[in-house]
């Protein structure tokens, strides 16, 4: 397996590195899941088990911004997998709240029979960055 730190910062929460199980076109604070593979991809949904939240340095660092982010297939992903972390919110969360994965791996709010990634910290609408207690199970 390939791994490469060079300028990554090191975020001090429990982390896993894994290989991406398809190319991913930004995985940046993202929830992941496993494919049938055993490799990640983002949660499309809160229906499958969760790994955890992709870092901010997970992917390609370009300094262009254009392609940040990306992974190709069999590429790493940096996993935070307990503690607190961000998540980008596909909707609006409440603090306070159950999150789970929507449609691209982005925070969503947790139904019954969902799996849980954490809960809210923060209040946040869509597109920003929702500050989750990741603590996961299923709701």
Avoid: H, W
Wanted: proline content about 1%.
């Amino acid at each position: 397996m390939n791994r490469n730190f060079n300028g990554v910062q090191i975020n001090q929460s429990a982390t896993i590195v894994e290989q991406a199980g398809a190319k991913i076109e930004d995985c940046r604070n993202r929830i992941m899941v496993y494919d049938d593979n055993g490799n990640v991809v983002p949660a499309a949904d809160g229906t499958k088990p969760i790994v955890g939240v992709a870092l901010i340095e997970s992917g390609l660092n370009d300094i262009s911004g254009k392609d940040s982010g990306s992974v190709e297939a069999g590429g790493d992903v940096d996993i935070q997998i307990k503690d607190i972390g961000y998540i980008l919110a596909g909707a609006e969360i409440a603090k306070g709240t159950e999150v789970t994965a929507g449609e691209g791996g982005l925070a969503a709010v947790a139904k019954a029979g969902e799996y849980v990634v954490g809960i809210a910290l923060t209040a946040v609408k869509e597109n920003e960055y929702c500050r989750v207690q990741i603590t996961k199970y299923k709701k």
